[in-house]
Structure formats: structure tokens, C-alpha cells
């Protein structure tokens, strides 16, 4: 579910390095210039995206809940080292370097598929992108009047296939082969590497019930499409607790080894959360930092002021965007040398205006991009993203 968290920065407008996985900072400070050179803005219209000065001089786009507008709703690093960004209600854009080895943004668009769906959970298997498709029947209206289980409902695409070479999209499964029944809604997807993990909404005489499937594919997901005519997906019912252990977040200090090194600076009393992924790969899982998290008093007080942060961790680097865009970055990028002999780099993104948020990122190349939200509770506003050149940010390049 979207967040929308409050921060004060602990991070100054440089470039940070830390020592190891050291507690204090050195004092190693470089200022990071105000250099337009450095990174673009970018927000989303109905047609695409377009360049823009400051996210604020974007075109207005009135509040809308998120996920019913343009947003980016998720992103993730390849295997092959370019970057996917999720776009809710218009399409993926593709970060992959052109002929003349610079990154350049382009749009898949299918608007028949994007244009009445929340599109989010980018995933990989075998290094394929798929994205899944859902309808909220709380603020979809299409959604709210439809009948599920009908001709037209069954043929629905829910899980997604990318192609970045033929620039097109392929339904690999449809709401019609998950056999939800009648007033059946997907709420929440959970994929493993081999099993995708649901939670099912129906409302029953204005009693609202939820159960939970795990179903994996009899062949490979690639292969599957519409007209597939053997039993496509294997279906079975599992728990609600099967299904939160996967959902649920977990204690910080039972994330992965190099993420809890990479934000090892921070400190152990201040409460944030951040979405973790493999670059090309599953489901992120959810880590959440504080004391006593998981106690009545920390759930009840500053838990609820939490900051969120996305984050990728790849065979040659990790990195981290919190929303207030304080960036942690360890390793090394395609082509360069490892950062500062393996010690751990921060630095801010450039500061957006009150209540507007970063959000997911990937990163293709040298190039990082960060989606951006006008964001107010559950609604999005302007929307778009930022991307960087993080061969001038991290190493001092011209």
C-alpha cells in the first residue's frame, strides 16, 4: 500500500562518506554543486512524459487516489543491467542505453491495458519483467458496477509480460484462470520465485470476507498467454497467516546483511521503513527500524511517523532512496571502479516542495531514476520522475 511518511533529514546537501560499517560519520564531505547538468526533471501526462524545469512548473493534475491516477507504482533493475519503471495508468518505461551508449527513457504503451487497471508489482522470472493488473472496487467505478466471473471480466489480464524488444506487453495469466468466482477481488500479490501468493476480497450481503491462494505456473510463465489451452496455473488454498508471514513487515535487524550495513550510519532510536528487492528479481520484502518495533507503544507513537525508502541490491552495488531523497549507495557501477574502496556514500536528492515525496528507483548504467509524488494521504497529485548521473554525483566527474 502507498505510504506517505514525514522526515527531518539527518543529511546536509553533499556527499557523505562512511568509514566501514562504523556508527560515527568521518568527516569526509564534498559538496555535491546545484548543477542541472547533474540530473532532469521529468512528469507524466496523459500521452507520456515531458521535461520540466521543477516538479512544482509540471502541469497541474488534480488529486486523485493512487490508484486511480498517473503515478509511478514500482521500479527495479535487470539482470542485463537497464531499469524498468512502472506507471500506473499509462504504461513501463525503459531505461537502457542507446546506440550512442547514453540512457534514454522509453515508453511502452498499451493504453487499452493501462487505461481502467492499477498496474504495480514488477517482478522477473527468468529474467522476463511481468507486472500485475487489479481493479479497486472501493474507488473503480467500472470496477464497483462489472460482474466478476463474467466473459468479459474472465478475459482480464492479471499477470503482465514486458518485451522490451518488441516494446509490447503479453498476458500471461487472466482473472478468468485464477477462478475467483462471482464478486471475487485480488487485494494483494506475493511473488517467491516460484509461487505467487493472493489475498481475495468478496463482499456478501455487505459482509466483506477475505481467503488466500498460492498458485504457480504448470510451465514456464513465458510461455502462457490467453489462448494457452491446457491447465495453465496449478491453485491452491492457504492461510491467512502463510499469507501475512510473506507480507508482514520484519525486524530491520533480520534484513540482509548489506542493506543493514549500507543505512549503518543511522541511528538505532530513529524509526524508518524500507522496501527491499533484488534487482532482477521477486517480491520485496518490508523492514522496519525503531526501538520496540512491534509493541503496543512504538506502533501507537512514532511508529506512525515513519520515514519509507526503496531499495536495490544488485551483484555490483546497493542503494537506498528515502522519500525525502537522502540516497545511500555502496559498490560499484556498470563500467566504474568500486566507490571509495567499498565504503558506503549518502547524499540528497534535489528538494522538492512540501508535501511532494520520492518514490521507487532503478538505476541503468550510470544513470539513477527516482519516481516523484505530489502526495496528500491516499491521493497523488503531479507526478513524474528525476533522473541523475550519478558518474558526476559519486565520482566527481565533469
Request: glycine fraction near 6%.
Amino acid at each position: 500500500m502507498k505510504q506517505n511518511f514525514l522526515f527531518t533529514a539527518a543529511v546536509s546537501a553533499s556527499l557523505l562518506i562512511f568509514a566501514g560499517c562504523s556508527k560515527q560519520t568521518k568527516a569526509t564531505i564534498s559538496q555535491i554543486p546545484e548543477n542541472t547538468k547533474h540530473h532532469s526533471w521529468y512528469f507524466f501526462t496523459e500521452d507520456g512524459f515531458e521535461q520540466t524545469s521543477l516538479p512544482q512548473q509540471s502541469g497541474i493534475s488534480s488529486l486523485k487516489p493512487w490508484t486511480e491516477t498517473l503515478r509511478a507504482s514500482d521500479a527495479n533493475t535487470a539482470a542485463d543491467k537497464s531499469g524498468y519503471m512502472l506507471v500506473n495508468r499509462l504504461g513501463v518505461i525503459h531505461f537502457a542505453k542507446n546506440e550512442s551508449q547514453q540512457v534514454q527513457p522509453v515508453l511502452i504503451q498499451d493504453y487499452e491495458l493501462f487505461s481502467n487497471s492499477t498496474a504495480s508489482n514488477l517482478i522477473f522470472d527468468n529474467e522476463n519483467p511481468y507486472f500485475t493488473l487489479s481493479r479497486s472496487s472501493f474507488f473503480n467505478k467500472e470496477a464497483s458496477l462489472s460482474e466478476t466471473g463474467s466473459a468479459q471480466d474472465s478475459n482480464r489480464p492479471f499477470l503482465v509480460r514486458i518485451s522490451k524488444e518488441l516494446k509490447a506487453f503479453y498476458p500471461a495469466i487472466t482473472y478468468g484462470d485464477l477462478r475467483l468466482g462471482g464478486g471475487g477481488e485480488i487485494t494483494g500479490t506475493f511473488f517467491d520465485g516460484n509461487s505467487f501468493f493472493a489475498s481475495i476480497k468478496k463482499i456478501n450481503n455487505s459482509k466483506t470476507e477475505f481467503t488466500y491462494i498460492n498458485f504457480f505456473a504448470n510451465s514456464s510463465l513465458e510461455s502462457l498467454s490467453p489462448f494457452t489451452k491446457d491447465e495453465k496455473i496449478t491453485i491452491q488454498e492457504t492461510s491467512e497467516e502463510n499469507y501475512r508471514l510473506l507480507n508482514s513487515p520484519k525486524k530491520f535487524s533480520d534484513s540482509p546483511k548489506r542493506l543493514r550495513s549500507l543505512l549503518s550510519s543511522i541511528p538505532q532510536n530513529f524509526y524508518f521503513s524500507v522496501e527491499c528487492k533484488n534487482s532482477g528479481g521477486t517480491s520485496p520484502k518490508t523492514f522496519i527500524s525503531g526501538p520496540d518495533f512491534g509493541s503496543e507503544t512504538a506502533e501507537s507513537s512514532e511508529n506512525s511517523f515513519l520515514i519509507g525508502a526503496h531499495a536495490i541490491i544488485a551483484d555490483d552495488w546497493i542503494c537506498a532512496v528515502f522519500s525525502d531523497g537522502t540516497t545511500y549507495f555502496n559498490g560499484a557501477l556498470d563500467g566504474e571502479p568500486i566507490l571509495n574502496n567499498g565504503k558506503n556514500a549518502a547524499f540528497r536528492l534535489p528538494k522538492l516542495p512540501q508535501n511532494y515525496i520520492y518514490g521507487p528507483f532503478c538505476i541503468s548504467g550510470t544513470t539513477l531514476a527516482v519516481a516523484w509524488e505530489e502526495s496528500d494521504f491516499y491521493k497523488t497529485g503531479r507526478s513524474g520522475f528525476l533522473t541523475v548521473d550519478l558518474k558526476k554525483v559519486l565520482y566527481n566527474e565533469k
